[in-house]
């Protein structure tokens, strides 16, 4: 039996707008093991935004159970679910979010302040920084930083703190061709190297085309599967 | 715990120091409402401090009869009675009243005095010799009333400094110069030395001083009446066994039934004291009270800074939930944001207030009333602890509403 990281067993979002109930997803399963680097792609409207902050734990499914890295997470309360995604999800967004008042290094430091750490801190956020090629731009604000760089202390940020799965949403839709590559090679580089589990969320195939896996999204179902014969090759 | 707060402390000084003009104006509305509390309670001290210093100033262990019965709740039939200088001869007497040392009698008028070509309106009192004793007054040149001028109803004059500057503009070298009252010349014969005292209790050094027989003789229409009896008792506990000796011996002479009022009024120092006491502290809560009410509106101005500041950092907060900052984390974050902001503010106002303290202190100087002004520290510690109080009270609806935030939408607001 494979190492699951990622178990979702028939779950459903239903938003209520007023009195209408708009369903975001039907009823979606499927799993993803450790270490692997799989894409979630749909157009825009299909619930995959819907999906990924489930995934995230920033919202609860209205049924179905998701169980993320052997704990079930979709009943837990507003401060368990902070304690899972600072624990267990490092998020790369399309925007990197990155806070504009506070260098590359006190950026980084973020998630293991919330974390309640009180030593090593620093010396854990510069590793973060040096392992993502920025171990020269520690005092940086991200205003002083390419966008490429940013996305990379955005990284380096989901990356300190150990996490059980990176969830990237669109992590190049805001770079130019290259700065997007160099993006997604660092990402790939970690998932090679480090066996960090990386989910992507995108609606690009170019990009969706690094992954091993694809889990294609219409209409709050999934559509289908594929198996990506170029990744693999890459893997292997 | 300490590391957490320290954290809080340094976002929310990065976050303050980013929006500088913004915090500075939000801060304001604190600096002024601390500073005029401040002020307010540092001006009213000063007003006390000089009211208790000129009324302790008049001497001590002192009682006033004064004619007619004027506390509060009296009968207004009883206020027909006059005290005379039987009535004094009779206190001065120390078989019958024991407990006291010293009886001073005067008479009080409001007249124009010349001298010179100047004119000046001021008190003219008329007093004895055991006045200087009583009133503990002394000389800078000169002499005091003695018993041969009271004897003698002369025609001599003791000028207060005040007084003395008014009409000859300095206060030595004036002896044996002449004043007119009433057109009627008197001789100088001394000048009194400085009392100090505040302009509320009326200037102890702008009167004129002549012999409390000539002052009957010449500005009262009943030459037997005196309008105040100053006892002196023997010593400080003896007080009370004056006031009793001469309640008692007034009584006698006035043929008062026991079922009678009394028809004359004594006030003790420490009444007279307690009385203005508790007039200028009802006055220093009643400014301090509308200064106070600045201190609000400051907070509510936080307050709206504050909710503006959770719309604009909903991206922000959004994004720190999602790094797994709890509601307690955002919560102590922006509440530590609004108490350091209104703690600025305080430290400013308690600089404000001690600056305009010191301003009234001057003018006042300058004007020659004897208040100083003082800022206390209990006043500052309750303006530190009452801006603290404000930042968290009026933070404390802003930052719940950002600890609430939904992550989702908090992520995706533009």
Same mark, same amino acid.
């Given at each position: 039996m494979?190492?699951?990281?990622?178990?979702?067993q028939?779950?459903?979002?239903i938003?209520?707008?007023g009195?209408?109930?708009v369903?975001a997803?039907?009823g979606v399963s499927?799993?993803?093991?450790r270490?692997?680097?799989?894409?979630?792609?749909?157009?825009s409207?299909s619930?995959k935004?819907?999906?990924?902050?489930?995934l995230?734990c920033?919202?609860r499914?209205?049924?179905?159970e998701?169980?993320?890295?052997g704990q079930p997470?979709?009943t837990?309360n507003?401060?368990q679910l902070a304690?899972?995604r600072?624990?267990?999800v490092g998020?790369?967004?399309?925007?990197?979010?990155?806070l504009p008042?506070l260098?590359?290094?006190?950026n980084v430091e973020?998630?293991l302040?919330?974390a309640?750490m009180?030593r090593g801190?620093?010396?854990?956020?510069?590793a973060a920084l040096?392992?993502?090629?920025l171990g020269e731009r520690l005092?940086h604000?991200?205003n002083?930083?390419?966008g490429g760089?940013?996305?990379?202390?955005?990284?380096a940020?989901?990356?300190v703190n150990?996490?059980?799965i990176?969830?990237?949403?669109?992590p190049?839709g805001n770079?130019?061709?290259?700065s997007g590559?160099?993006?997604?090679?660092?990402?790939?580089s970690l998932n090679?190297?480090?066996?960090?589990?990386?989910?992507?969320?995108?609606?690009d195939p170019?990009?969706?085309?690094y992954a091993e896996?694809?889990?294609h999204?219409?209409?709050g179902r999934i559509?289908?599967?594929?198996?990506?014969r170029?990744?693999?090759?890459?893997a292997? | 715990m300490?590391?957490?707060?320290?954290?809080?402390?340094?976002?929310?000084?990065?976050? #303050?120091?980013?929006?500088?003009?913004?915090?500075?104006?939000?801060?304001l509305?604190?600096?002024?409402?601390?500073g005029a509390?401040i002020a307010?309670?540092a001006?009213g001290?000063g007003?006390q401090?000089?009211?208790?210093?000129?009324?302790?100033?008049?001497?001590t262990?002192?009682?006033?009869?004064?004619?007619g019965n004027?506390?509060?709740?009296s009968?207004p039939?009883a206020?027909s009675?006059h005290?005379?200088?039987?009535?004094? %001869?009779a206190?001065?007497?120390p078989?019958?009243?024991p407990?006291v040392?010293d009886v001073a009698?005067?008479v009080m008028r409001?007249?124009v005095v010349?001298?010179a070509?100047?004119?000046?309106a001021?008190?003219v009192?008329g007093?004895?010799?055991d006045?200087?004793?009583v009133r503990?007054y002394?000389?800078?040149?000169?002499r005091f009333?003695?018993?041969?001028?009271?004897a003698? %109803?002369?025609?001599?004059a003791?000028l207060?400094?005040d007084a003395a500057k008014?009409?000859f503009?300095r206060?030595e070298g004036?002896?044996?110069?002449?004043v007119r009252v %009433?057109?009627q010349? *008197?001789?100088?014969?001394?000048v009194?030395?400085?009392?100090?005292?505040?302009?509320m209790a009326g200037?102890?050094d702008?009167r004129v001083?002549?012999p409390?027989s000539?002052? #009957?003789?010449?500005?009262?229409?009943?030459?037997?009446?005196?309008?105040v009896?100053?006892?002196?008792?023997?010593s400080?506990?003896q007080?009370n066994?004056?006031?009793?000796?001469?309640?008692?011996i007034l009584?006698?002479?006035?043929r008062?039934?026991?079922?009678?009022e009394?028809d *004359?009024t004594?006030?003790?120092?420490d009444e007279?004291?307690?009385?203005?006491?508790?007039?200028?502290?009802?006055l220093?809560? *009643?400014l301090?009270g509308?200064?106070?009410?600045?201190? #609000?509106v400051?907070g509510i101005?936080?307050?709206n800074?504050?909710?503006?500041s959770?719309?604009e950092r909903?991206?922000?907060i959004g994004?720190?939930?999602?790094? +797994?900052?709890?509601?307690r984390?955002?919560?102590?974050q922006?509440?530590t944001?609004a108490t350091?902001?209104? #703690?600025i +503010? +305080?430290a400013?106002?308690?600089?404000l207030?001690?600056?305009?303290s010191a301003?009234?202190?001057?003018?006042?100087?300058a004007?020659?009333?004897?208040?100083?002004?003082?800022? +206390?520290?209990?006043?500052?510690?309750?303006?530190t602890?009452f801006?603290a109080?404000?930042?968290i009270?009026?933070?404390?609806y802003?930052?719940?509403r950002a600890?609430?935030?939904e992550p989702?939408e908090?992520?995706?607001?533009?």
């Amino acid at each position: 039996m494979p190492d699951l990281v990622i178990q979702v067993q028939e779950v459903t979002k239903i938003y209520r707008m007023g009195s209408v109930e708009v369903p975001a997803l039907r009823g979606v399963s499927f799993e993803v093991s450790r270490g692997e680097l799989v894409a979630i792609m749909g157009p825009s409207g299909s619930g995959k935004s819907t999906l990924m902050n489930i995934l995230g734990c920033l919202d609860r499914p209205t049924s179905g159970e998701y169980i993320l890295d052997g704990q079930p997470v979709a009943t837990l309360n507003d401060d368990q679910l902070a304690l899972i995604r600072n624990r267990k999800v490092g998020f790369v967004f399309q925007n990197f979010n990155l806070l504009p008042r506070l260098t590359a290094w006190d950026n980084v430091e973020l998630p293991l302040r919330y974390a309640g750490m009180l030593r090593g801190t620093r010396e854990k956020a510069r590793a973060a920084l040096e392992a993502v090629g920025l171990g020269e731009r520690l005092h940086h604000k991200p205003n002083e930083l390419s966008g490429g760089q940013q996305q990379r202390v955005a990284i380096a940020r989901a990356l300190v703190n150990n996490p059980a799965i990176i969830l990237a949403d669109e992590p190049t839709g805001n770079l130019d061709t290259r700065s997007g590559e160099e993006v997604m090679a660092l990402l790939v580089s970690l998932n090679r190297d480090q066996g960090t589990t990386i989910v992507l969320v995108t609606h690009d195939p170019e990009i969706a085309a690094y992954a091993e896996r694809v889990i294609h999204i219409r209409d709050g179902r999934i559509e289908k599967i594929t198996t990506n014969r170029a990744a693999e090759e890459v893997a292997a | 715990m300490i590391v957490t707060f320290w954290l809080a402390l340094r976002d929310a000084v990065q976050s #303050l120091l980013a929006n500088k003009m913004r915090s500075l104006l939000t801060v304001l509305g604190i600096v002024i409402g601390v500073g005029a509390v401040i002020a307010m309670l540092a001006i009213g001290r000063g007003a006390q401090n000089a009211i208790t210093s000129s009324i302790e100033g008049i001497g001590t262990n002192l009682l006033f009869v004064m004619p007619g019965n004027i506390k509060p709740g009296s009968n207004p039939a009883a206020v027909s009675r006059h005290l005379t200088l039987g009535d004094v %001869r009779a206190l001065a007497d120390p078989l019958a009243a024991p407990a006291v040392a010293d009886v001073a009698p005067l008479v009080m008028r409001n007249e124009v005095v010349t001298a010179a070509g100047e004119s000046h309106a001021t008190s003219v009192v008329g007093v004895t010799p055991d006045y200087a004793r009583v009133r503990n007054y002394h000389v800078t040149e000169g002499r005091f009333i003695d018993e041969t001028d009271q004897a003698g %109803r002369a025609s001599v004059a003791l000028l207060g400094p005040d007084a003395a500057k008014a009409l000859f503009g300095r206060t030595e070298g004036l002896v044996g110069l002449m004043v007119r009252v %009433r057109g009627q010349p *008197f001789r100088i014969i001394g000048v009194l030395e400085p009392k100090g005292g505040g302009a509320m209790a009326g200037n102890q050094d702008d009167r004129v001083l002549i012999p409390l027989s000539t002052a #009957l003789a010449r500005l009262t229409s009943h030459h037997n009446r005196v309008d105040v009896i100053m006892v002196s008792a023997i010593s400080a506990d003896q007080v009370n066994e004056a006031r009793q000796e001469v309640t008692e011996i007034l009584r006698r002479r006035h043929r008062l039934r026991p079922d009678q009022e009394d028809d *004359f009024t004594i006030f003790t120092q420490d009444e007279f004291l307690g009385t203005f006491q508790t007039i200028t502290s009802v006055l220093t809560i *009643f400014l301090g009270g509308i200064a106070g009410i600045s201190l #609000l509106v400051g907070g509510i101005g936080i307050m709206n800074i504050m909710l503006v500041s959770v719309t604009e950092r909903t991206r922000e907060i959004g994004l720190r939930k999602a790094l +797994g900052a709890r509601k307690r984390d955002i919560l102590i974050q922006f509440l530590t944001e609004a108490t350091l902001l209104s #703690l600025i +503010g +305080g430290a400013l106002g308690i600089g404000l207030g001690w600056g305009i303290s010191a301003l009234v202190g001057k003018i006042a100087a300058a004007a020659h009333a004897d208040i100083v002004p003082e800022v +206390g520290l209990d006043a500052v510690l309750m303006a530190t602890l009452f801006s603290a109080a404000v930042g968290i009270f009026f933070g404390l609806y802003p930052a719940n509403r950002a600890a609430r935030l939904e992550p989702v939408e908090a992520l995706r607001y533009e």
